[in-house]
Every structure is written in C-alpha cells, then in structure tokens.
C-alpha cells in the first residue's frame, strides 16, 4: 500500500522558515519523480517544487524561486521541502506527490497534507 505523509508545517511570522517532511512508503521511492504541491484557502491547487528522479533537477514555481528547496532522501524514503523567506501568501495545506507536475494534475494527492500559516 503506497503511504504518503506530511509533517513539519506550523504556524510561522513573515520572514521565517520551516522545513516539510514527507515519509513515503508502499513503491519504489528513488524511482519516481516527487512533486510538492499545496492549497491555499479558497484557491486550487497549485504545484510548488518537483525533483527529477533520474537526474535529480529541481524546478520551482516561479512564486517560491530562490525561496523553497526540494530534496530527497533515498535511504530514508523521505521528501523535503525547506521554505525560507516565508510570505503570507504562502499560506496553504502542503502536500507530497507521487509523479511530476502534469502527472498530478489537481489531486487528490494521497496523503493529509500539512497547514502552513504565515502570520504575524
């Protein structure tokens, strides 16, 4: 059974930093592009951050540019997103996704995702 869970978001001031986990568990981890999306109060989703799993290219969009990291873990099955600079648009619940950006269309993405406000 394939698992995908999401942790580490919070409650974060404007300028501040957190760093999402996502444990995966149920197919082959290394084999399958990972995508980071997200969904804002009222909004659709919208993909954030993919990592190529064959040549380990990042992409972003454009709204998280020189914000956000995405990286994975391969021995621990594990996909991260470190978001620094955090805006209060950023706000929304943050999900991981198997496949990349076209592959996940608009979910549902499998796992709880994790609330992320930013806030003052």
């Known amino acids: 059974e394939v698992q995908l869970v999401e942790s580490g978001g919070g409650l974060v001031q404007p300028g501040g930093s957190l760093r999402l986990s996502c444990t995966t568990s149920g197919f082959a981890f290394g084999e399958y592009d990972m995508t980071w999306a997200r969904q804002a109060p009222g909004k659709g989703p919208e993909w954030v951050s993919c990592?190529?799993?064959?040549?380990?290219?990042?992409y972003y969009a454009d709204s998280v540019k020189g914000r956000f990291t995405i990286s994975g873990d391969h021995a621990k099955n594990t996909l991260y997103l470190q978001m620094n600079n955090l805006k209060p648009e950023d706000t929304a619940v943050y999900y991981c996704?198997?496949?990349?950006?076209?592959?996940?269309?608009?979910?549902?993405?499998g796992g709880p995702g994790t609330q992320v406000t930013v806030s003052s």
């Open positions: 990592i190529d799993s064959g040549s380990g290219e990042t």
């Open positions: 996704a198997i496949g990349d950006p076209a592959e996940i269309g608009n979910g549902p993405y």
